[in-house]
């Protein structure tokens, strides 16, 4: 059974470094990719970046300076680094597996509030 | 960037109607397509994949069409746990999703 969790702070100091962990059950990330999307408050959906079954990653361009995805396949684990965090980063961040984006984690929020 | 842009933003229907959700994309996008229903407190739903493919356990009021750049949603009879959001999304190139779509009951 797919699952997708994600962990992390549940709140931020503005400029500071956004840390989140996903952690999959039921795939294995070196034959799968992982996608991060977000979520402001009331608002749509922003796909931020992938981290690929080679390990190869790509970025939303307007998030690219200051994003970073990585991995622990040892662990099963991806994770997502953000820098410089703003207001507007406040959202729930979610990590998503499959060809079809089909599974979803639950969600973690992150308010960036001083 | 594809921009992809939904309408209406808000959609007011009875139970058993009929309801269209529309979707346009700002350049092909190969019916790489999906719907997704988002209920409130919710991570989103898969409902439909690659335009007109019903995700497993969906019910079968839901239905997708289109190609090129106009894609359609439909709800063959609407029902009262059908109210939620609904977002596009294209994958045919760096994934992006539409503004969505809200369903209220008339």
């Known amino acids: 059974q797919v699952q997708l969790k994600e962990s992390g702070p549940g709140l931020v100091q503005p400029s500071e470094t956004l840390s989140l962990t996903c952690t999959v059950s039921?795939?294995?990330?070196?034959?799968?990719?992982v996608h991060w999307v977000r979520q402001p408050p009331g608002k749509g959906l922003e796909w931020m970046g992938i981290?690929?079954?080679?390990?190869?990653?790509d970025y939303n361009s307007a998030l690219k300076s200051r994003l970073s995805i990585s991995r622990d396949t040892s662990k099963s684990q991806v994770f997502l680094k953000m820098n410089s965090l703003q207001t507007e980063d406040t959202a729930i961040y979610y990590c998503v597996y499959g060809p079809l984006f089909d599974y979803w984690g639950q969600g973690v929020m992150v308010t960036v509030s001083s | 960037d594809i921009q992809m842009t939904q309408s209406p933003s808000v959609l007011s229907a009875s139970v058993g109607d009929r309801v269209t959700l529309n979707c346009k994309a700002s350049?092909?996008?190969?019916?790489?397509l999906n719907w997704y229903q988002q209920k409130l407190g919710e991570a989103p739903k898969l409902l439909i994949y690659?335009?007109?493919n019903l995700q497993t356990g969906i019910p079968s009021r839901f239905s997708g069409s289109g190609s090129g750049t106009d894609y359609t949603l439909t709800i063959s009879s609407l029902q009262p746990e059908d109210v939620a959001t609904y977002f596009c999304f294209q994958h045919n190139s760096w994934p992006t999703f539409g503004a969505g779509t809200k369903l209220e009951l008339k």
């Open positions: 981290i690929r079954s080679g390990g190869s990653t």
């Open positions: 690659n335009t007109n």
């Open positions: 039921g795939f294995s990330l070196t034959s799968n990719s």
């Open positions: 350049q092909n996008i190969n019916k790489y």
